[in-house]
């Protein structure tokens, strides 16, 4: 096989880093049931490093202004603290995953 497959494994893709999200690996959703917004866990927890987030009732943006009752810190990319946090995340993300794809 040349070039590199999608494996079959990843079904979600994470807002934070857009980096694929795989099967069974750890992950942080959006509390609304119908919302699918997700994020690795890795990826959340830098976020919280940064900005007050409690994964056990994280809305996403969109989900907390949507609410009308917002109670929770949303996510905020134009935090400057944020992004280079995000940015520092996502390339690990991907160092991580060379070292992977060279195994």
């Not at 590199?4 to 959006?30: F, T, V």
């Not at 049931?33 to 890795?42: G, I, Y």
């Not at 990826?43 to 907390?64: G, M, P, Q």
């Not at 520092?88 to 794809?101: A, E, P, W």
Request: proline share 1%.
């Amino acid at each position: 096989m040349s070039g590199k497959n999608k494996h079959p494994d990843i079904n979600l893709r994470c807002e934070a880093c857009e980096e694929d999200i795989r099967k069974g690996s750890a992950k942080i959703k959006c509390c609304n049931l119908n919302c699918e917004v997700t994020l690795h866990q890795k990826c959340f927890s830098s976020i919280a490093k940064v900005i007050k987030l409690e994964k056990s009732d994280w809305l996403c943006k969109n989900c907390d202004e949507d609410s009308g009752t917002s109670t929770t810190t949303v996510i905020s990319y134009s935090d400057g603290d944020v992004i280079k946090e995000l940015a520092k995340v996502k390339s690990d993300v991907r160092l991580l995953t060379d070292l992977v794809n060279e195994l």
